[in-house]
């Protein structure tokens, strides 16, 4: 065995233990291994006594990351304040192989032991919370000559979360965009076979199965129409309109364009607009698009209160900032509690067979809700059940911008 493999705190490594030693009480005191370096929690070994377990903690104490640093033993010299949030049993100066519990990366300890290699695992935990990590376990020698066995491994760790929940959202995105595709894809399917074959000379049926194809591939053309615009939206998220927008004609605009199925409906549609301009910067036809969304809604579900308030109006945010509101209030059956939350995601619907009986795709008030962000506003939603329901569109008033649109 060489010099340079010996334990290093045998007194015979590179560094001055006695300086080192005194640094580290000078960092951890008489009462134990915990203390703060600047404004960091660091935890570091008096068992065993590292020569440099304060340098160590001093080094680990102000990184970002959860960073745990082993000896050779895999004992645990010192840990930083962000690790002892990934494992809350950490103890400076125990066997980490004792402590930490996931078998990926107590492998990946004796593996980089073992072979001097820097390691790389993922593991999932699911206490306190589920999360997902990825962990580096990187051995380091010190005195950093010839060859020999490592003096310490420090493991740095990465929480993968939020890539993961990112990844998992695109997934089932994915899922329910297909789906949707493929029922009316299935029925257009099913009625050409019907009408190649046991329906070819039937007129009557015919007729029958070209009016249902007709709408389901309306409903296809729909969908694909709402998932387009849904990606540009958020291909321009960053990006805030800067035109400068009169909602009035907007509002009007909207109103007549939807007066046809307002009478099919049998709701009367109210409008109130100020006499005053309001100018807001933003892209007309995502306003128009976001406000047709939320007029067709009152008019297809909340059509039994036989009416349809469209309001906009100056108002005020809770931090004293002007605002411009569109509101629209239906008299319908009114939306429950629990589901407010989650309208706005994609695909969510109260009552999937009404929003399809409706011609709904599910992504209606996820393309509001993003047209909004991207124009700095939001969406507000109130409503109790039997009572009907107000879909509030806020965005703010530049006060850079004169009444007068320019
Ligand atoms: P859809 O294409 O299904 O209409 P949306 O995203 O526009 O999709 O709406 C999501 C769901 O919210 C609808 O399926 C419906 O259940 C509910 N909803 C929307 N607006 C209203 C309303 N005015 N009254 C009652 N329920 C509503």
């Given at each position: ?224 129409d709402d998932l387009l615009s849904l ?66 809604n009152a008019l297809k579900y909340g ?104």
């Amino acid at each position: 065995m060489s010099n340079d493999d010996d334990r290093p705190d045998d007194g015979r490594s590179g560094a001055e233990p006695g300086r080192l030693r005194g640094a580290w009480r000078a960092l951890v005191g008489d009462r134990g291994g915990e203390s703060y370096s600047r404004n960091t929690f660091v935890s570091v070994s008096r068992t065993g006594e590292h020569p440099q377990a304060a340098l160590i903690g001093q080094l680990i104490g102000g990184l970002p990351n959860p960073t745990i640093v082993l000896d050779r033993d895999a004992r645990v010299i010192a840990f930083n304040s962000a690790a002892a949030t990934v494992v809350p049993a950490l103890r400076a100066g125990e066997p980490a192989l004792i402590t930490l519990r996931m078998p990926e990366l107590v492998d990946a300890i004796r593996r980089a032991g073992k072979r001097r290699e820097p390691q790389r695992v993922e593991f999932f935990q699911r206490v306190p919370h589920d999360r997902w990590f990825e962990a580096f376990v990187t051995p380091v020698r010190l005195n950093g000559r010839g060859e020999g066995a490592a003096d310490i491994l420090i493991m740095t760790f990465n929480d993968l979360t939020p890539l993961r929940r990112v990844e998992e959202m695109r997934a089932d995105f994915i899922a329910n965009a297909s789906h949707e595709l493929r029922t009316p894809l299935a029925a257009l399917l099913g009625f050409i076979e019907t009408l190649q074959g046991p329906a070819r000379n039937d007129t009557a049926a015919r007729e029958k199965f070209l009016a249902i194809m007709q709408q389901q591939a309306a409903r296809m053309a729909r969908l694909i129409d709402d998932l387009l615009s849904l990606s540009r939206i958020e291909l321009n998220a960053h990006l805030q309109p800067s035109t400068p927008l009169d909602l009035a004609p907007i509002v009007r605009q909207v109103a007549d364009g939807l007066q046809t199925l307002a009478r099919d409906r049998q709701v009367e549609i109210k409008m109130s607009v100020p006499a005053e301009p309001l100018t807001v910067r933003g892209d007309r036809d995502e306003m128009i698009r976001a406000l047709e969304n939320l007029v067709e809604n009152a008019l297809k579900y909340g059509a039994a209160g036989k009416r349809v308030d469209i309001t906009l109006s100056r108002a005020q945010t809770r931090a004293g900032q002007p605002e411009a509101r569109i509101a629209v209030r239906d008299y319908g059956p009114g939306i429950a509690p629990e589901h407010l939350p989650r309208l706005t995601e994609r695909f969510y619907r109260v009552d999937v067979a009404d929003s399809r009986a409706q011609g709904g795709t599910g992504l209606g008030l996820a393309l509001v809700k993003h047209a909004l962000n991207r124009h700095a506003g939001r969406v507000t939603i109130e409503s109790t059940p039997g009572q009907g329901a107000t879909f509030i569109m806020h965005l703010p008033l530049p006060t850079s911008i004169s009444g007068q649109s320019e």
